[in-house]
């Protein structure tokens, strides 16, 4: 969907100025995104596979939750509506646990998406199986020991791409804020 956002300037400053998605990649304008970790009471993520008709990164995985923020849109309320949207679920704002925003330059062939992810943090308090999958966006979920993903993401390289290429201090960032939850 080709929907309006805010843009932003490099540092993340609202210019005033919106644009369509599209032409917001296809000229490179920075503009907001929310991401939406979800993690189990066990020390798991659940990640989920990008749809395989993605312009990016298709079949790869990638944060549970992910989407652009509407322009005017609140940051906390695009990401319930993104969670409700391609994982079928309800939560609320009060759910959410912010641990940062971090920004996001990539070059892709056609696109270059230039993004600061609103990142969060939710506890999964349904079982895998109740989730309804997003066709379009989702093509899979997974529920992996944060030990694991970091050992196979972190420590060992990228023998082989499996994960979105995030910046590897966004990724320990991720894992370092779930493991202080669930020890607390």
């Not at 599209?22 to 798991?44: C, D, M, P």
């Amino acid at each position: 969907m080709d929907e309006l956002l805010d843009i932003l300037d490099a540092n993340g400053k609202p210019t005033g100025q919106t644009a369509l998605k599209s032409v917001a990649h296809r000229n490179g304008l920075y503009h907001r995104t929310v991401h939406i970790w979800f993690y189990t009471e066990k020390g798991q993520l659940l990640f989920q596979q990008r749809g395989k008709k993605k312009d990016t990164y298709p079949l790869l995985w990638d944060v549970s939750v992910a989407g652009h923020i509407g322009a005017g849109e609140a940051i906390e309320a695009a990401a319930v509506r993104e969670v409700a949207e391609e994982i079928g679920i309800q939560i609320t704002i009060a759910d959410l646990q912010k641990i940062g925003v971090f920004k996001s330059e990539q070059q892709h062939t056609t696109l270059t998406d230039n993004e600061f992810h609103h990142t969060f943090l939710c506890e999964l308090k349904v079982p895998i199986e109740a989730l309804r999958l997003q066709d379009s966006e989702v093509e899979a979920v997974l529920l992996k020991s944060v030990t694991a993903f970091s050992e196979e993401q972190l420590k060992n390289g990228k023998s082989e791409l499996i994960y979105v290429p995030h910046d590897t201090n966004y990724y320990l960032e991720v894992v370092e804020s779930v493991q202080r939850l669930i020890k607390s």
